[in-house]
C-alpha cells in the first residue's frame, strides 16, 4: 500500500517539474496558458461585457388572431421588428443583444404593454431573428441607437 506521503511527494515533484515559463501569466488578466502536471489549461475566451444600456429579461408576443366573415382565421399582417418597453419614447430604435448566442436585431418601439418582470417584449419576428422563440425568454442587452 502506498502511503499518502509518498502520493503527495510525487504529486509535488511533478508540479515542481512542469515549466516556470508556461506556468507565469500576467499580473491582471491571465492571458497565458498555465502548465500543471505536463497538462495545459488554457484560460476562457471572455465575452465583452455590455456598456451602456440595460439588461434583463426579455419576451415576445404573437399577433392577435383576426377571423373574416366566415369564422376562419385571417393571416396577421407580418409585425416587423416592433417591441414595447415600458418607458422609453415611442418611435425610440433600439439595438437588442440576445446575450446567449450574440445575435442582435434594432426595432422599433411602437406599444407600452409588457409582462412584469421583463425589460421588453418582442414581436414574433425580432424573437424569431434572435433565436428565442422556442425558449420563451432570452437575457438580453439594450442600447438605444441614433
Do not use: W
Not at 9 to 26: F, P, R, V
Amino acid at each position: 500500500m502506498i502511503s499518502r506521503i509518498a502520493i503527495l511527494a510525487g504529486i509535488t515533484a511533478t508540479l515542481a517539474s512542469a515549466s516556470y515559463d508556461e506556468a507565469k501569466s500576467s499580473p491582471i488578466g491571465h492571458k497565458r496558458s498555465h502548465a500543471i502536471a505536463s497538462t495545459t489549461i488554457a484560460p476562457l475566451p471572455s465575452q465583452p461585457a455590455p456598456v451602456g444600456g440595460d439588461t434583463g429579461i426579455a419576451c415576445f408576443f404573437r399577433p392577435k388572431v383576426t377571423l373574416d366573415a366566415d369564422g376562419l382565421p385571417v393571416e396577421p399582417p407580418p409585425s416587423g421588428f416592433t417591441a414595447a418597453h415600458p418607458t422609453y419614447p415611442l418611435g425610440t430604435r433600439v439595438k437588442v443583444t440576445n446575450l446567449g448566442n450574440h445575435k442582435s436585431v434594432v426595432v422599433k418601439i411602437t406599444e407600452r404593454r409588457i409582462p412584469n418582470e421583463r425589460i421588453i417584449s418582442l414581436s414574433l419576428a425580432a424573437a424569431e431573428e434572435l433565436g428565442f422563440v422556442r425558449a420563451g425568454t432570452a437575457q438580453v442587452h439594450l442600447e438605444k441607437v441614433n
